[in-house]
């Protein structure tokens, strides 16, 4: 795997170079993870002039979950602790660097300046977003890693969905869907899990309550694994109990077709704001317009929410290899609504077309 690291690393010096820039530093622990195999608590990458160097203020810890640095990159711990991006200025400065591009959008504006004073003659320019891009599009060995999370999500929520339910509240759910993700091999959950039951079913990143499951409700549960780093989410509606009722099955139904729609259109070279629409029109027609989320669906990786958005605005198409997730939903305040939620990986039809990562059955269940 080191040649990977290198790769990606001589990747983002060719950009850096070409803005004419003498070297970077990365800081945004996603980031530093993706170049470096590993982003130890502080840590800070520097693509030196003479060297790369992965900067901590501590020894690494040696955890596999936190992924151990790239055998083939030096990694320089400082001595008395400290700043390790500050500490990076001052090394590019004795390797002779006359500029560094840095990672604005992640420095706060303490930091920025601390930087500018310890090396007051190196021209700061910004980064930018050049590691997100480069991390948008996924190889086989980090889709592997996304493949196996979602395998984990399925597991734990399936094992859920075979207990009793009904009298549990909504924080006593999460709390061991969270611990079955664990149990079955994650490294935790990818984002805090979503427990809604009732008039809280359907709303997007609902935190957990004290509300107990009843007869009758519509259930939404969206959770995520992370493996090795990597992060993948599912989302799922059931109803609690008994049949479902006619506005139940309708509004299900309804958003089902628009999670198709918005699956099916997932291809390389398609729009992401195309993917919005096709899941977002068929919603809208039905006259749910002003229910909806601000975007469909979403890149996920090393972050759970990451590049591309698939919103209205958004501007880009797809390529192959780029995980997203398709995640349309409805909530009717007061009474509850749906969201169903998968993670897929875009493939051209040549390859079958949008590869689904996340199994766990769409049908409206009774439990």
Not at 73 to 85: E, M, N, W
Not at 99 to 121: I, K, N, Y
Not at 172 to 183: G, I, P, S, T
Request: aromatic letters at 4%; one cysteine or more; a negative charge.
């Amino acid at each position: 795997m080191s040649e990977v690291y290198a790769t990606r690393r001589s990747r983002l010096r060719d950009h850096v170079t070409a803005a004419g820039t003498a070297a970077a530093l990365v800081t945004r622990p996603a980031n530093v993870r993706y170049l470096a195999a590993a982003a130890p608590q502080g840590s800070a990458l520097l693509l030196g002039r003479c060297e790369d160097l992965l900067v901590c203020a501590g020894p690494p810890d040696d955890r596999p979950y936190e992924g151990r640095p790239d055998e083939n990159l030096r990694v320089h711990v400082l001595p008395t602790g400290g700043d390790a991006a500050v500490a990076a200025a001052d090394l590019v400065t004795a390797q002779g660097a006359d500029s560094l591009a840095v990672e604005e959008h992640h420095l706060t504006v303490a930091r920025h300046r601390a930087l500018a004073s310890v090396a007051p003659q190196l021209r700061l320019a910004d980064l930018g977003g050049a590691v997100e891009q480069l991390r948008v599009v996924k190889d086989e060995e980090e889709i592997s890693c996304l493949r196996i999370g979602a395998e984990i999500a399925d597991q734990a929520l399936g094992e859920l969905l075979e207990s009793i339910l009904v009298g549990r509240t909504e924080r006593h759910l999460a709390l061991e869907l969270e611990r079955r993700l664990v149990d079955h091999g994650a490294d935790g959950p990818a984002f805090p899990t979503s427990v809604a039951t009732g008039p809280n079913s359907g709303r997007r990143g609902h935190r957990p309550t004290d509300r107990r499951v009843e007869e009758g409700d519509f259930l939404t549960v969206c959770l995520g694994a992370t493996y090795r780093g990597y992060r993948c989410e599912i989302g799922r509606t059931f109803v609690i109990g008994t049949s479902p009722a006619d506005w139940q099955i309708e509004l299900y139904d309804l958003v089902f077709a628009a999670q198709r729609a918005g699956r099916e259109s997932l291809a390389p070279g398609a729009g992401y704001c195309d993917v919005d629409r096709a899941a977002r029109q068929v919603l809208d027609s039905a006259g749910y317009a002003e229910a909806l989320p601000p975007l469909t669906g979403h890149g996920v990786g090393l972050e759970i929410d990451e590049d591309p958005q698939l919103a209205p605005a958004a501007m880009g198409k797809l390529d192959a290899c780029v995980p997203v997730t398709v995640e349309p939903g409805v909530h009717l305040p007061g009474r509850g609504g749906v969201r169903i939620d998968d993670t897929l990986v875009v493939r051209p039809e040549a390859d079958g077309g949008p590869e689904l990562l996340t199994i766990t059955t769409k049908e409206l269940l009774a439990l």
